[in-house]
């Protein structure tokens, strides 16, 4: 079965670049969609076809995708996007997640 | 406005049979041809797909589950189900129902709030 590997944890500072990544093989083929989750909340989608926003994302968030691995980026993190992040893909018609990155702000 | 609001019980016993309904509401099933979803998350865990239906009644399944899957839908009630047979303690989790984007392979951008079952003797 198809498998994306995510960091558990990333660290950053307040104000700085935050990135995350999500590594599967040949990932670069397939759409890759990001999600944020805060305690006791349910995911909100925040990156879409590899870098598409939803409307009312802040545009700090921003994504790539190539070759193996996906990458969601944070520009001037702020307190509010300490969460639990996880990437996602389909695979044969099933939606395949990433086990999630715990960022914390420091 | 859509909402997903899922409801059942929040305890099941080993070997049961658990069964959740996501009533939707502010958009009818039937009216677009998405895939609509199950996730569930164990407690301090990540995110696992469970299964799709579209309103026609076809359903895409987690691999993993779909010997103990079941997922339908109700178009007259406006609400899709899941079945999960043969419970055991490692089902214990938050169930989520959610819509996609669009149409295919969409990533799920309306979730429902979740409901905890857990699974006990």
């Known amino acids: 079965s198809y498998e994306l590997t995510q960091p558990t944890s990333v660290s950053v500072s307040p104000g700085q670049t935050a990135s995350i990544a999500c590594s599967g093989d040949?990932?670069?083929?397939?759409?890759v969609c990001w999600y944020q989750q805060k305690p006791g909340q349910s995911p909100v989608l925040i990156i879409y076809q590899d870098a598409k926003r939803p409307s009312g994302i802040p545009e700090r968030f921003s994504g790539s995708n190539s070759g193996n691995t996906a990458t969601l980026t944070i520009s001037g993190t702020q307190a509010m996007d300490e969460a639990d992040y996880y990437c996602?893909?389909?695979?044969?018609?099933?939606?395949?997640f990433g086990g999630g990155t715990k960022l914390t702000v420091l | 406005q859509l909402h997903l609001q899922e409801s059942g019980p929040g305890l099941a016993k080993p070997s049961e049979t658990l069964s959740l309904t996501c009533i939707v509401s502010g958009d009818s099933m039937s009216s677009s041809s998405y895939y609509w979803g199950w996730i569930r998350q164990p407690p301090g865990k990540g995110l696992e797909f469970i299964g799709t239906?579209?309103?026609?009644?076809?359903?895409y399944y987690n691999p993993s589950l779909t010997s103990r899957v079941t997922i339908s839908a109700d178009m007259s009630k406006n609400q899709f189900s899941l079945t999960l047979r043969s419970v055991t303690a490692a089902d214990t989790a938050v169930y989520y129902c959610a819509r996609p984007l669009g149409v295919g392979q969409q990533p799920f951008d309306i979730w429902g709030q979740g409901t905890l079952v857990t699974v006990f003797s």
């Open positions: 040949k990932l670069g083929e397939k759409f």
């Open positions: 239906i579209h309103y026609s009644g076809s359903t």
């Open positions: 996602q893909a389909w695979d044969r018609n099933t939606a395949v």
